[in-house]
Nanobody
């Protein structure tokens, strides 16, 4: 039974746009801040954007002005609209709680993520 399911990734040219989505199961969503994270090959997973339960947002400097995070607390959905994409945005994108990662059986839980590839 999936608890964090990302979708919407794909291949896009530099300068293009893409939107990714996250479906969250469980009762925690509406009571937690959430974030989009990404991990490029050979790099640490990094926080891209976060959103509070009241809708307040924060962004990594590298994506500020280009990405928009949003949430639907009724549908338990998290979204990331990505514009003006750059090759450096290429990564697997994950959703999760913020700032404390969801833990199951004593281990951090991550979904499968969705691959975003930006060609130059």
């Amino acid at each position: 039974q999936g608890q964090l399911v990302e979708s919407g990734g794909g291949l896009v040219q530099a300068g293009g746009s893409l939107s990714v989505s996250c479906a969250v199961s469980g009762s925690f969503f509406s009571f937690n801040a959430m974030g989009w994270y990404r991990q490029a090959p050979g790099k640490q997973r990094e926080l891209v954007a976060s959103i509070q339960t009241d809708g307040g947002t924060n962004y990594a400097g590298s994506v500020k002005g280009r990405f928009t995070i949003s949430r639907d607390n009724v549908k338990n959905m998290l979204y990331l609209q990505m514009n003006s994409l750059k090759p450096d945005d290429t990564a697997v994108y994950y959703c999760n709680a913020y700032p404390t990662i969801l833990r199951i059986n004593g281990r951090d839980y991550w979904g499968q993520g969705t691959q975003v590839t930006v060609s130059s």
